[in-house]
């Protein structure tokens, strides 16, 4: 790389800017490497590490959050469930996980966070969550991955639904505290990562404005709160890819207008729909009026039949794609299982409130088994998950 900048120095040519500084960048409908290649994304999320959420624990009422530590804390007690927290984030993703994931064939992570993980409730920046994800983009870096980093939980909810961990309703777009928190997480993130190249960009909002609020109003103030954070962004990581959701579910650009700014790429999410051409074509067509990159960053859950149409329907198209998600409770739709605990299903009926306290012993063995099986070295390696994305097969094969 610095050969090459080097090299269009000596010739006089003006190299691009994120070139120079070794980032990937954007160049009409493609992200492009720092020395010039194309980057086909082919990304999984590391769900549920840094933003638990109540399916994947097998909870049918205790969705959120706040309701999952709720849980844990009435099976465990305080002391106990933050004891088993810390071990949950020490163990759930390791090196061991993010090696497996380059050696898969994958060549991208992308890391859904909790606001709280990274400040308090007052604004003072903070947690362990800054350790943590400090730990995977090292990890992700001498495994040749990328990472995207993805605010799942804005303060206040930007979604309203379980998984931004929010009252139930979108409440970021409309009190400016939790906009001016979550525009100062952002340009923390940013000036912590600043020119580093492990980070591909930085994912704003996950899902905004679900389809079933007032949609005319949310959607009309989502692509302003874009350019503020962007703006913050890059004050600090001026070259920086910046990811922009679209509304309702990540599923649509209908409130966009034109790219104000550079190094944009513009993200949806889709599950379990039509495999051909018109399940995207509406995507296609913004990207084609604005000459912008597309990624699919969320799909999947369905079956690896599915998952290859789907797949391969994206690929055709010059899209990349990054598959929800790469370690799940007892599932064959991903990555890594992790084995059903004994017990466990007694603990799922207490935290939703459908079944009495399960014993003491029977709590203490689920939640050792849960921890110990959720180790890479543990879990059950889905090969025909993997190879439904066109990656590594499994042994034997």
């Known amino acids: 790389m610095r050969l090459l900048v080097a090299l269009l120095l000596v010739l006089g040519l003006a190299a691009p800017a994120a070139a120079q500084s070794g980032l990937v960048r954007i160049e009409g409908k493609n992200f ?9 994304l082919k990304g999984i999320s590391l769900g549920n590490w840094l933003m638990p959420e109540g399916y994947m624990f097998k909870f049918e009422v205790a969705k959120s959050p706040r309701l999952i530590y709720g849980a844990f804390d009435r099976l465990l007690g305080t002391e106990r469930a933050e004891a088993f927290w810390r071990q949950y984030r020490d ?4 090196e061991a996980d993010i090696r497996f994931i ?3 064939g994958f060549n991208m992570v992308r890391v859904p966070l909790h606001w709280r993980l990274f400040m308090a409730s007052d604004g003072e920046l903070g947690g362990e969550g800054w350790s943590l994800l400090d730990r995977v983009v090292g990890w992700a870096a001498a495994s040749g991955l990328y990472v995207i980093p993805d ?16 009252p139930g309703y979108p ?6 505290r939790d906009r001016d928190l979550t525009v100062k997480l952002w340009a923390a993130i940013a000036r912590r990562y600043r020119g580093n190249p492990a980070i591909l960009g930085y994912d704003i909002l996950n899902e905004p404005a679900a389809p079933y609020h007032d949609v005319a109003t949310l959607n009309a103030r989502l692509e302003p709160f874009y350019k503020r954070a962007t703006a913050a962004i890059r004050d600090v990581d001026p070259e ?4 922009l959701a679209g509304g309702q579910w990540s599923s649509s650009f209908a409130m966009f207008g034109p790219p104000f700014a ?4 513009y993200t949806y999410h889709s599950f379990w729909a039509s495999t051909k051409r018109d399940s995207i074509q509406r995507h296609l067509n913004f990207s084609n009026q604005y000459d912008v990159p597309l990624f699919l960053g969320e799909t999947g859950e369905l079956t690896d039949e599915w998952n290859a149409r789907f797949r391969r329907l994206h690929e055709e198209h010059g899209i990349g794609w990054s598959f929800w998600t790469y370690k799940n409770l007892d599932t064959p739709s991903t990555v890594v299982s992790i084995p059903r605990p004994e017990g466990w299903n007694q603990l799922v009926a207490f935290a939703d409130g459908k079944g009495p306290k399960p014993a003491p012993e029977v709590i203490d063995k689920a939640v050792a088994q849960y921890l110990d099986g959720i180790r890479f070295a543990n879990g059950t390696v889905r090969w025909s998950y993997l190879e439904s994305l066109g990656l590594k097969e499994g042994p034997g094969k």
């Open 32 to 40: 492009v490497e720092a020395d010039g290649r194309i980057l086909r």
């Open 91 to 94: 163990t759930y993703i390791t």
């Open 102 to 104: 380059k050696s898969a």
């Open 151 to 166: 605010l799942h939980a804005a303060p206040g909810g930007q979604t309203g639904i379980n998984h931004d961990d929010g």
């Open 171 to 176: 409440l970021m777009f409309y009190v400016p």
């Open 240 to 243: 920086r890819i910046v990811i």
């Open 262 to 265: 550079k190094n944009l790429a």
